[in-house]
């Protein structure tokens, strides 16, 4: 299938490489469509980025599909820059990047269009809840948002607001950067003391993989346990499986109608990439995302309220979704939902890539056993460090691009323990083998810890989770 | 908007007309994705056809999207006709024919693949249930079928089935074409006594027309009393607001994802023709149409079974839906549903076009009175008699255009004395006013005794109707 290959398309003519990318573009369109595995996609993906680069590099402007290189247009001031870099792609279904040090995301925010969590807005965050920000703030892993600050006048007003995050359950085995956004909205959670819906979007996965909707929804209750390991207050946080609850909730399904009158296929197509070969539902799928971003969504906690300020922690891939969803909300006479967007959780590969839930070892998983994890770390994690140890002490080793070290600004809470490795690493003082050593000492009990509490969960605590039912926290 | 001229296309080269028929067309396509008013929409289809005639005429060829025609291709035994008829155009949104006699139904079997309702399958439905064809089958309203063997095969080996139709509830207002149906439909439960599913398509009226949901569902459950106080049995019939069932059953969820799974935009496209920029409410809605044919859809009836046989009996326009779900049904495991398929009721205007609820003159509507049946029809039923008494008396009228004895045929019970009425209308002994007082005589104790049962039908004798519940007919 869709071969990569580094670089070799300096001999093409422009027209040609314009051909090309028509060609590979339809390529992974069509990959996209036929739910082709994870890594022919990514491939592709890859190959379509470097043909745009080529493209770009010789004709000195980017690659426009209605626009074919025919006529030799004037150059001026952009003439091509050998070095100029490849453009990260990134949508609900592939994250993509050259760079080791992972995507850009300052680029992100810009082209996404929404705002940098600054060093203000965390100091607003402090004073509103009087909490120290959480680590994933200070160290800028949730690193933008929309509309926070309406968030924060809500709350010191005494408005109500309520938090949504999600879960897509592809598999029952969850690494620790699923943990990411779950980790954060516990301590959003916490510190606002708000009520908490939680979307498992079995039906999405059923739509998108090879999967029985009886396998679909396992994953989902699966999933629901270890999402509550993460210590979510049951008075305040109601957990739903989509195939569950829409049958149980004509006020969900009303608002997915609503949604869906107001969003036609040209947007979709716009916004997510779908294509007339794309099924009718997953066309139609994006609409019981957006849903649950409106509180009469869940009458039975927010009662016909409509009005009640959302809040969504979430990877930033997810900000499609949502940016269409602030699109209709205005339209269908609802408040937009509020956005905090986290970076990627690198794969121990190196952070060009999201991790994989089918590779065992590219991430560390929240099932991997003390001497898994140590093996993992010890034989995986790609390394900033040098060739040698002569050669390391001398020049220190690269924080940027270590993914062990980027591990530990997941992971590690102590901000002077953290600065010191940097510093230590940096300098040639610190080890690979000893870096790797802080790292495998902070997962093994985070990881011990979380099996311990996920034991506790059993199928009735989980479906008592998943009730629809009052949360004490709204009155 | 469109204007609809009669036949001056003569005029235009081919290649203009070409051009003439995609603008056209493109038109069509804009106005059915804004919901622009049904009259401009059959305006606009009725010019399409009209120059597709013309194209037609002066090609001696279909005209077809993809083939302009500039290469003058062999013409052979494909000469014009001057005399060819326009096609009719039939989908569930648009009925249009030229011909006062109505739609060209030997046409439509043809087109749609189905299969005529002919007198050997009447009389194995005689000699199934013991008893005589009810009218509509005896005079071809009921005309077309899918697999209608097979459920009488089901029903003779003493294998279940159950009956699926349905209603999209656009307005308060229902009239006796309406009707036909479910008149129908009950005969089928009658004779059979088999259970019986109804679908009010409250969520496809609110997607396709200017509505609310209330208002939706509140039409859904207005039209429902119409239906109940045709006689249904509620020991074998559940009737439901899809706004309201998709909520409270996931198993009709689930099959409307497992639905949406496997059908894809090019299909709905294809078979509905929904453009790019239709809702992806629109794009998704067959989904939900389709999903009552398949009975684990109704766990609280039959449990969890899956094979139990479909039998719609639907008018014709309706078929798309079902063409469709029969494709999906082998490859989701599931039987495909049989169809009975019905003619159109005409508008008192004439045969040639479906009635309008919006037009209070197009029908006899259930609320009429006895003076306004008795105005409207000899105000506004089509004649097909003579200018003249004179003329009448010599030539007599002609039966096939005239809408008294149209509407006749579907409510006179007595077959000898419909015949005695043809002939005697067709030889001149019977006058157009003669016929109209015979309708009307039928019309007003028909319509009088619909609204003394439908007075019957409370707010909660609805409700029960619609309460998801086992029905006693089936074990």
Known sequence: MASVSSGNQDCYSPLELFNRIAVQGELVRTLKASSAPKDEIESAVKMLLSLKTSYRTAMGEEYKADCPPGNPAPRGNSAPKADEEEEDFVDPWTVQTSSAKGVDYDKLIVRFGSSKIDKELINRVERATGQRPHRFLRRGI???????????????????????????????????????????TKWLQDV????????????????????????????????AKDIIACGFDINKTFIFSDLAYMGSSPAFYKNVVKIQKHVTFNQVKGIFGFTDSDSIGKISFPAIQAAPSFSNSFPQIFGDRSDVQCLIPCAIDQDPYFRMTRDVAPRIGYPKPALLHSTFFPALQGAQTKMSASDPNSSIFLTDTAKQIKTKVNKHAFSGGRDTVEEHRQLGGNCDVDVSFMYLTFFLEDDDRLEQIRKDYSSGAMLTGELKKELVDVLQPLIAEHQARRKEVTDEVALRFMAPRPLSCFQ
Chains 1, 2 share one sequence.
Do not use: C
């Not at 924060?152 to 408005?159: P, R």
């Not at 620790?176 to 956004?181: N, Q, S």
């Not at 979307?199 to 396992?218: C, F, H, N, S, V």
């Open 142 to 184: 949730f690193f933008s948002h929309r509309d926070m600050n309406q968030v924060l006048d809500a709350y010191e007003n005494k408005k109500p607001f309520y938090l949504y995050t999600g879960r897509g359950p592809s598999s029952e085995a969850m690494h620790v950067g699923h943990l990411i956004p779950f980790i954060f």
């Open 192 to 223: 606002f003391s708000v009520p908490l819906v939680i979307q498992m979007t079995d039906d999405e996965k059923y739509l998108w993989k090879d999967l029985t909707l009886d396998q679909a929804y396992g994953y989902a209750v699966e999933n």
